[in-house]
């Protein structure tokens, strides 16, 4: 493997998590990571602590990123403090459940907020800002294909990010900056853990030929694919990480 130097991830909802195993193993391959978080900074600041500890460079970011006057003055943050950023991973989201008939208001604007407009915040911010060669890498989901029940919202902001990931590929022609998503499948995590009984994650984690939940380390691995050398060819696609359940 090729080892990065000098080169900046920023990486969204990085606190815990499937942002946190990513910025563990970017760190490793030798990215400066920006950690961001919206409100758990004793979480961010261990895995800061984390990285330095391993060797590695890190510094945490608070933003939220529904906002985009944070998530302009994040990036100019970064900029500041290293000279430009280079990667983004945008993997921020929240997940809140319930039929079409069921979801309110409040549930729907803030999903839209965090998953949908959160993250226009940041390819904007990105399409401008990001240096030439670089990489976006969105966190989508693979329940844009699967659409079960209870999942519409939360499916619709995916599918949206999905969408803007193919469009931005095509905007940024002449800059040798690749877009894409990755889909993960259920993935052990607290976001999707949370709220679920164990009959319910036992039978998820068979859904899949591989008989298992994905690991937040599957997920990194598809993201360090993509940050990476090997990866500089793929544009403008949805990786499906999820062991094959669809």
């Given amino acids: 493997m090729t080892k990065i130097s000098n080169k900046v991830a920023l990486v969204t909802g990085a606190a815990g998590g499937i942002g946190a195993a990513v910025s563990t193993r970017l760190a490793r391959d030798g990215f400066v990571i920006v950690v961001n978080y919206a409100a758990s900074a004793p979480a961010a600041d261990a895995l800061v602590r984390q990285i330095e500890s391993a060797g590695g460079r890190a510094v945490a970011a608070q ?16 900029e500041a403090a290293f000279g430009g950023v280079d990667v983004l991973v945008n993997n921020a989201g929240i997940m809140r459940l319930a039929t079409i008939a069921d979801s309110d208001d409040a549930m729907f604007h803030r999903q839209i907020a965090v998953n949908l407009t959160g993250t226009f915040n ?10 030439n060669d670089g990489r976006i890498i969105n966190i989508s989901s693979s329940v844009t294909g699967l659409l079960q029940p209870t999942y519409g919202v939360y499916a619709a902001t995916k599918a949206a990010v999905e969408a803007m990931t193919s469009i931005l590929a095509k905007e940024l022609r002449g800059r040798n ?12 995590t607290k976001l999707f853990l949370d709220g679920k009984p164990q009959e319910l994650i036992d039978r998820l984690a068979k859904m899949a030929p591989l008989e298992r939940l994905g690991r937040p380390e599957d997920i990194a691995s598809a993201v360090a694919f993509l940050a990476g050398p090997d990866g500089a060819w793929i544009n403008g696609q949805t990786l499906r990480a999820n062991g094959g359940i669809i």
């Fill in 63 to 78: 933003a939220d990123i529904s906002d985009s006057a944070q998530v302009a003055r994040m990036f100019a943050s970064a």
């Fill in 122 to 131: 940041t390819l904007r911010e990105a399409a401008k800002r990001l240096r």
């Fill in 177 to 188: 900056i690749t877009v894409n998503a990755i889909a993960p499948g259920p993935t052990a």
